[in-house]
């Protein structure tokens, strides 16, 4: 397994950005294929971005397109998530995960996580 730590979470106003970051560690950390997933209170996890394991690749929740990046750095063994124009309802704990399986979406494919950091979006 992988172990990852998120950072970079806070509270910023509808219409901010900032950056969040996922540190991996692991003899394999850079073979496996990225995502970043977020919950908010009383919902579901859910996926917002995942990115594959040679950083060719990248696929976005319909939710955050063309609002979030997602990126990676394989020499600092570190995933990024670049996230501007945040509304209210981007508020959340945003998870950092990994996985081997091709399919970036499926929560259950992911088999190590983050502690999570907190997002929160003011209106």
């Known amino acids: 397994q992988v172990q990852l730590v998120e950072s970079g979470g806070g509270l910023v106003q509808a219409g901010g950005s900032l950056r969040l970051s996922c540190a991996a560690s692991?003899?394999?950390?850079?073979?496996?294929?990225m995502g970043w997933f977020r919950q908010a209170p009383g919902k579901d996890r859910e996926f917002v971005a995942g990115?594959?394991?040679?950083?060719?690749?990248?696929l976005y929740a319909a939710s955050v397109k063309g609002r979030f990046t997602i990126s990676r750095d394989k020499a600092k063994n570190s995933v990024y998530l670049q996230m501007n124009s945040l509304k209210p309802e981007d508020t959340a704990v945003y998870y950092c995960?990994?996985?081997?399986?091709?399919?970036?979406?499926?929560?259950?494919?992911?088999?190590?996580w983050g502690q999570g950091t907190q997002v929160t979006v003011s209106s």
């Open positions: 995960a990994a996985t081997i399986s091709p399919v970036l979406t499926a929560l259950r494919q992911y088999d190590s």
């Open positions: 990115i594959t394991w040679s950083g060719s690749s990248t």
């Open positions: 692991g003899r394999t950390a850079s073979s496996y294929a």
